[in-house]
């Protein structure tokens, strides 16, 4: 969040400016918005350049430069709110700034940073058990861990779920220990039953992943890149 609060144009630093112009001038990077880019270093030897774009602003830019495009399910799809985040990202390699990658979607929520020796877990209503009613004081979930792990199952690595009552919302975070090893495929990842004990009956509380409740990135962007 704080970087979001510094940044800067990419015609600031110009050493990563030719690095992403030389993706966005490629046959691939035609189809992804030419202008608008704003820098976000993360470090002395890796920096992300951002644009976001309403759904407006995207078509705009497409039929202008002749473009046909699709959009991802949930977006371009007359909703005013619908806001498409793109990025890339440039490293320092033997004294040069160069491409390393892109990536594009919905704009995305802002997340809590875990400790480096942990992995990400997300969790959902387990749909084989009845939804939780007001009453309720216990919670039933199926937690999947979001990093490769060759399909393996969590287990005993799954941590102890981080519970925050308040009066609004229970906010349920989750992690596990990575599994032995350093290299894993990404065929997907089994997801386990977790029931989580609560302090008081839910009442009319929301349940919220509590690692991504910081809002989303156009909330704290959208003077940068004039998103109405």
Request: charged residues 25%.
């Given at each position: 969040?704080?970087?979001?609060?510094?940044?800067?144009?990419?015609?600031?630093?110009?050493?990563?400016?030719?690095?992403?112009?030389?993706?966005?001038?490629?046959?691939?990077?035609?189809?992804?918005?030419?202008?608008?880019?704003?820098?976000?270093?993360?470090?002395?030897?890796?920096?992300?350049?951002?644009?976001?774009?309403?759904?407006?602003?995207?078509?705009?830019?497409?039929?202008?430069?002749?473009?046909?495009?699709?959009?991802?399910?949930?977006?371009?799809?007359?909703?005013?709110?619908?806001?498409?985040?793109?990025?890339?990202?440039?490293?320092?390699?033997?004294?040069?700034?160069?491409?390393?990658?892109?990536?594009?979607?919905?704009?995305?929520?802002?997340?809590?940073?875990?400790?480096?020796?942990?992995?990400?877990?997300?969790?959902?209503?387990?749909?084989?058990?009845?939804?939780?009613?007001?009453?309720?004081?216990?919670?039933?979930l199926l937690a999947t861990e979001r990093e490769c792990a060759s399909g393996q199952p969590m287990g005993d690595r799954l941590l102890p779920p981080t519970v925050v009552e308040t009066d609004?919302?229970?906010?349920i975070t989750m992690a596990a220990t990575p599994p032995p090893g350093d290299a894993f495929t990404c065929q997907g990842n089994p997801s386990q039953p977790v029931t989580v004990n609560l302090?008081?009956?839910?009442?009319?509380?929301?349940?919220?992943?509590?690692?991504?409740?910081?809002?989303?990135?156009?909330?704290?962007?959208?003077?940068?890149?004039?998103?109405?």
């Open positions: 969040m704080s970087a979001l609060q510094d940044l800067e144009p990419l015609e600031s630093r110009p050493e990563v400016d030719e690095a992403v112009n030389e993706f966005l001038q490629s046959g691939e990077g035609g189809f992804w918005p030419q202008d608008g880019w704003q820098v976000v270093t993360i470090s002395n030897s890796e920096v992300y350049v951002i644009v976001l774009q309403t759904e407006e602003q995207a078509r705009e830019d497409a039929e202008a430069r002749d473009l046909e495009v699709s959009f991802d399910q949930g977006f371009g799809d007359g909703i005013d709110d619908s806001i498409l985040f793109s990025a890339q990202n440039v490293e320092l390699t033997e004294g040069s700034w160069r491409w390393a990658g892109s990536v594009s979607g919905e704009g995305c929520e802002l997340e809590s940073v875990l400790p480096s020796n942990l992995n990400r877990v997300e969790w959902i209503l387990d749909p084989a058990s009845p939804d939780p009613t007001s009453d309720s004081t216990t919670v039933n609004e919302a229970v906010l302090a008081s009956a839910l009442g009319d509380r929301e349940l919220l992943e509590g690692s991504t409740t910081a809002g989303r990135i156009s909330d704290y962007v959208s003077q940068a890149f004039d998103l109405s």
